[in-house]
């Protein structure tokens, strides 16, 4: 059971070291992993690169539980409660992957979901990593992915990513887990109309949470409304229908019905055979954006591209060319150079 955690040098490790710490549950290796995984350096990329092939075998067996919600909906607590009826209830260890928004004017992340999640981050058989977003769409971290099949490898049953919120392009989440958890809230305004049917329409269950105190009687109406509202929607290929739960993070109530349903769909779609149609399809998505991630990083490399590129800048500013013709420009100048 991943717990361990030993004493390492500063500096990158071999890669076979890595691979014998992470399989042997040493949590500051694996947390050294991610680092080396999220950087953006060109040196580590093929080491990254031949430690994801070398961990790989060892991948696959956990449950991938997506959790996403507005601000404010209590993210953080509900993960936080999740994660302990995991441990206290079932024996079992969980890793969570938060995502904390980066500033889009110093890049800087306050990554704090530590702090907020009070119980889990003392817990040896937890291990949260916050990662900035780095503005990445999705509401997930550029290396989300590569850091899930690293927590699978250390032997984390499950794995729980938090989004850094609910909106146009909070969506990347659904193509890497198994389970997509829409967090809501009772009582904040007109709650069909708060979320988008995007969202809706990818979830695999619902949780209204804070229904508790004077709250839950409106919890409980909001959780009518929306199992009303997804039964409306075309049926899912996988033929699973979403499942809405009130719950109250704060003092555990409905926590275990959620797991339960989320194992119920877990058990039904392995059944089927939509759980491995799932990964693999998944696979290829991920493929494909790490190609577009290669080529992005190849553009910025160009030296044709790094010399023009500010002049091109200068002239779609001062309107003397058109974004078009001047990125019309930039990608003749690397297609030249290479």
Known sequence: MPHRVAAVGRGRLPVERYVEGIRGGDRAIL?????LVE???????????????AILPHTGRSRRVGITGVPGVGKSTFIDALGMHLIRERGEAVAVLSVDPSSPISGGSILGD??????????????IR??????????????????????????????LVETVGVGQSETAVRSMTDFFL?????????ELQGIKRGILEMIDGMAINKADGENRARAERARFEYAGALHLFPASPDGWTPRVVACSALNGEGIGAIWETIL???????????IARRRSAQAVEWMGELV?????????????????????????ERGQATPFAASREVLRLFRDGE
């Open 264 to 274: 119920e769909h877990r058990s039904k779609l392995e059944a089927s055979g939509w």
């Open 114 to 127: 530590k702090t907020r999640m009070e119980r889990l981050s003392v817990e040896e058989r937890a291990f």
């Open 39 to 53: 950087s953006d350096l060109a040196a580590d990329g093929d080491r990254a690169a031949r430690l994801l092939d």
């Open 182 to 190: 829409l967090l809501g809230l009772a009582g904040a305004g007109d």
């Open 31 to 35: 947390a050294r992993a991610i680092t």
């Open 130 to 159: 916050p990662s900035p977003s780095r503005g990445h769409v999705g509401g997930v971290a550029r290396r989300t992915r590569e850091t899930i099949l690293l927590c699978e490898a250390a032997g984390y049953a499950n794995i």
């Open 292 to 316: 577009s991630l290669g080529l992005e990083d190849a553009l910025r490399r160009s030296p044709s591209v790094a010399t023009r590129l500010p002049n091109l800048r200068e002239s779609v």
